[in-house]
């Protein structure tokens, strides 16, 4: 028999046509509904092999109900959806898929940014909605791009892209890592500072740095009241990087000037949550990557780490080097 491959949401019809030569594929099909966690531990039990995105949670309990899992290939840059070091006990590789998504993610980091600076969406309903009855000097207006300091806390990947975009805008780039890169301040044009410094100074911030529970609410209270009344951050990484309490108040009271969102501590979020209730916040549902060309990429290195590892080959992509 083949082995049996489990993909916990819809894929590309040719990706699974590909599989489907070498492995038995199983896959849940339905659009707008995750995978149900009892469906998930059922079809674990028999796979060889899981290609899974990053909202699934494959913790201590899903692992051990895989009786013969070899690979879990996920379909994200980020793995904290997944408990990385028991699959390493259990002697299952964990794969990922950086890189092919670096410059599609900082394209929409910069749109958030410009969207949320110039007041986008707010305009755009405004006229949708009939309110446009004349033009006032003073009516929808935000804050300059060209020419701001904008602070990049995490220089990865896509935080240098993210520069690169910014030099266009003739913008002032200082960035906070945990390591610094001083040959990255020649090469990109840029500036170190300290985090409390970089927060005070920017006019936008925004957080390009992978989740772990070191940066967990690593942007809250405290740090939210260092920033300029103007200020406006921008999170493209990971929800929990961010206190979202501490955030509504800080933007409902006036504290910084707005915030862009492309993800939240809970995904996905209802028509509720607080933060969507606020004209000064640019929200979107966590589509950093989502272009044609870009998530055909991420799928097809999901496909090619699986295929790799299955048929004993090394991975492509491993979150762990062997």
Known sequence: ???????????????????????HVEMWKEQSIPVPR??????????????????????EEVLHQARQLKVISNVAVGYNNIDVQTAAKKGIIVTNTPEVLTETTADL???????AAR??????????KGEWGAWSLMQLTGQDVYGATLGIIGLGRI???LVRRAKGFDMNVIY????????????????????????????????????????????GKEELSLMKSNAILINTARGGIVDEAA???????????????????????????????????????????????TRMKMALLACD?????????KPITPVIDS
């Open 247 to 293: 955030l509504y108040y800080a933007l409902k009271e006036g504290q910084i000037g707005g915030a862009g969102l492309d993800v939240f501590e809970q995904e996905p979020v209802s028509v509720d949550h607080p933060l969507l209730s606020l004209p000064n916040v640019v929200a979107l549902p966590h589509i950093g990557s989502a272009s044609v060309k």
């Open 119 to 128: 007041r986008v969406v707010e305009a755009s309903d405004f006229l949708r």
């Open 305 to 313: 780490n699986m295929m790799n590892v299955l048929t004993g080959n």
């Open 176 to 219: 906070y890592n945990r390591t610094r890169k001083q040959e990255k301040e020649e090469q990109l044009d840029i500036h170190y500072r300290e985090l409390d410094d970089l927060l005070r100074q920017s006019d936008f911030v925004c957080l390009m740095l992978p989740y772990s529970d070191e940066v967990h609410h690593l942007i």
């Open 159 to 161: 935080g240098e892209a």
């Open 109 to 115: 980091t910069f749109a958030l940014l410009m969207a």
């Open 38 to 59: 009892e469906v998930l531990l059922r079809e674990i039990e028999d796979a060889d092999g899981l290609i899974c995105l990053l909202t699934e949670k494959i913790d």
């Open 1 to 23: 028999m083949k082995p049996k491959i489990y993909i916990t949401r819809l894929f590309p019809e040719e990706i699974v046509e590909k599989l489907s030569d070498y492995f």
